[in-house]
């Protein structure tokens, strides 16, 4: 580490050694909250890396640093896929906030040579942090940051971290089987990841804001599925049907709490399947249900058959796909404050076009009544059938009971509107 003379910057003062060890390429250097980091990448030619940073011990940038460490936030997608390039300090009216500019060398992620990734890089606890955003909103006035609205939360989605062909997947933990990396992605990138012999791999996401998120990803190949499963345990399951040609396959509605959330694709048998291009993105803000809306999904509802998410258009985290069967019901438990008359708006799909499909509507185990659900011309177009029915002062059931062997439609949710009487 030299200076140049601060005078007319036409000499250069006599250097210190700041770090030995490991050859090193992209080397540079950042200053947050009084103290100098040097990072640099692995000496391995275009390849994508972590950022190795030494840090100085006092606030002088010439004095001793420490020994090396690996940045934390860039070991799960190599620094956003890239290698290191140039930092630029951003010193806010609330905080500072670093700028780290990747360089991706080569044309290989669709950013065209040289282009750099800017992603931030903020102080958290003893040392700094690497954010590895996809989309982010910056305050240059305050030195504030936060995640956009369209950020992927999935670390390496395109696979193109690696470089070359390898048998563990950066940002991926193999769950056994077959995995690895292949030439030959989607929209022409270099990879794809291929999991084959019933095996699978999994990503950790360590933390997702609470709402609802869409799942898509790119397939082809071998039958298999992602199973997205969030901080409280709940699953959702995207399958993924065989396909000769590249298909994107997409998964909606899903609930998430806040905390950690886990991506786990699998091989359904020895073939194998090939994913590209997975994304996890926050769709709305979570918001709760409106008043009087008793989702089929969601206990103490009940459903004699399976709850499903293929069919987009539903609300909440799923709908009741019921079996094809006479008495394969779906039930909802309602309470009302006082005896009442109250009417229901019962939400349906009926893709089918083997005519309507009848079903009692029961209310308190009596039968209330008869009912017609027409089709609505295709499963992803939803609409909403209304009764009036009696409702006790308290625990009520409302049950919706086939009597053709086709079985109900699918059925979203149950809004119980105010009194009528």
Known sequence: MAKFRE??????????????GAGREGNAMFKLDGK????????????????????????????SYSSEYVLAGTEMDYSHVTQT?????????????????GDRWADFAWNGIGYNQWVPITKTGARPQFHSVSQWQFNATTGEWRVGPANNYILNPDIQADRVIVSGVRGWRDLGGSVTNVNGGVNGSRFALQVSNSGGVEQRVESVPAGTYTLSLHARGSAGQVVITGANGSQRTLAIPSSSGWTKRELTGIELPAGAATVTVRASGSGGVTVDQLSLVKTSAGTPAPPGRYEAETAPARCRGTIDSNQAGYSGSGFCN????????????????????????????????TGARPANLVVNGATAGALSFESTGAWTTWTTKTVTVPLNTGTNTIRLDPTAAAGLPNVDHLDVGAATG
Not at 7 to 20: F, K, T, W, Y
Not at 88 to 98: A, L, S, W
Not at 329 to 344: G, I, N, P
């Open 7 to 20: 005078s007319d910057s036409l000499r250069i003062e006599p250097a210190v050694q700041i770090r030995g």
């Open 322 to 353: 019921g079996d094809s069967a006479v008495g394969a019901f779906a039930e909802f438990t309602v309470d009302s404050a006082t005896a009442r008359t109250a009417t229901l708006g019962l939400r349906f799909a009926h893709g089918a076009t």
């Open 85 to 101: 390039g140039f930092f630029v300090t951003v010193k806010g009216t609330k905080q500072n906030t670093v700028l780290y500019a």
């Open 36 to 63: 100098y980091y040097h990072a640099a990448s692995d000496l391995h030619g275009w390849n994508t890396s972590v950022n190795y940073v030494n840090e100085s011990t006092s606030r002088n940038v010439q004095g």
